[in-house]
């Protein structure tokens, strides 16, 4: 398809676990965010790729969590030793023009 | 670093009613804003933006926001709402030092009755 694709679209993890969640982008997007949205907290950012340069890791709340960019294209976030509070909907974003991103369904992830 | 300000979280109004939907910002730069929406089930779109020019921008669907310097803010109005206007809004800032990231508010629910 042509829209941001994100998998899993649901993930139940037992907390201690580790979790992998995959965005692929619109095809030519150069730049790439990842961003959690949790119940009554907005959107808080968690990193940004943009092309070659090295990604804005600011947002990431732990050393738990990391994400990679292969290739320019696919992104990974991987959340280490899961907790409770990582429970959420991440979402991916890709985008070409400034400010104009284009979301995923997101990833709802359920620690329990 | 830029920030957002919503402080409304849920705004309830009636049909044809007027609305406005509050976004202040924090910045130390000149910076670039986005209003997005998030109608029931589907995931954000943009709504939309101001880079330059005009300090008013519009949407395809009747709501305008006013860029203002000197308030720090980029308040989202609309004349008369839809029932379909339902949906949780956010306004977003990045700084204009070329790609930056889009810094989100806390979003506000517009909710609109019959």
């Known amino acids: 398809g042509a829209g941001v694709s994100q998998s899993p679209s649901n993930k139940v993890t037992e907390k201690g676990k580790d979790v992998e969640l995959r965005c692929d982008p619109i095809?030519?997007?150069?730049?790439l965010y990842w961003y959690r949205q949790s119940l009554g907290q907005g959107l808080e950012f968690l990193i940004y790729?943009?092309?070659?340069?090295?990604?804005?890791k600011s947002g990431l709340p732990s050393d738990r969590f990391s994400a990679e960019r292969t290739g320019g294209s696919v992104s990974t976030l991987t959340i280490q030793r899961t907790q409770q509070e990582d429970s959420a909907v991440y979402l991916c974003?890709?985008?070409?023009?400034?400010?104009?991103?284009?979301f995923g369904e997101g990833s709802r992830l359920t620690v329990l | 670093a830029q920030s957002v300000t919503q402080l409304d979280s849920q705004v309830p109004v009636f049909e044809e009613a007027p609305v406005e939907l509050r976004c202040n910002y924090s910045?130390?730069?000149?910076?670039?804003l986005f209003w997005y929406v998030q109608y029931p089930n589907q995931g954000l779109q943009l709504l939309l933006k101001?880079?330059?020019?005009?300090?008013l921008v519009e949407s395809i669907n009747g709501f305008e926001a006013e860029f203002n310097k000197s308030q720090t803010s980029f308040h989202l109005r609309k004349p008369s709402v839809h029932i379909s206007d339902t949906a949780e809004y956010f306004c977003?800032?990045?700084?204009?030092?070329?790609?930056?990231?889009?810094?989100f508010g806390t979003g506000t629910r517009l909710l609109v009755s019959p």
């Open positions: 910045s130390s730069v000149s910076v670039y």
């Open positions: 095809s030519g997007h150069t730049a």
């Open positions: 101001y880079l330059s020019g005009s300090t």
């Open positions: 974003a890709s985008s070409l023009v400034i400010g104009e991103l284009f």
């Open positions: 977003a800032v990045s700084d204009q030092l070329g790609f930056q990231k889009l810094v």
């Open positions: 790729f943009q092309g070659n340069s090295a990604p804005d």
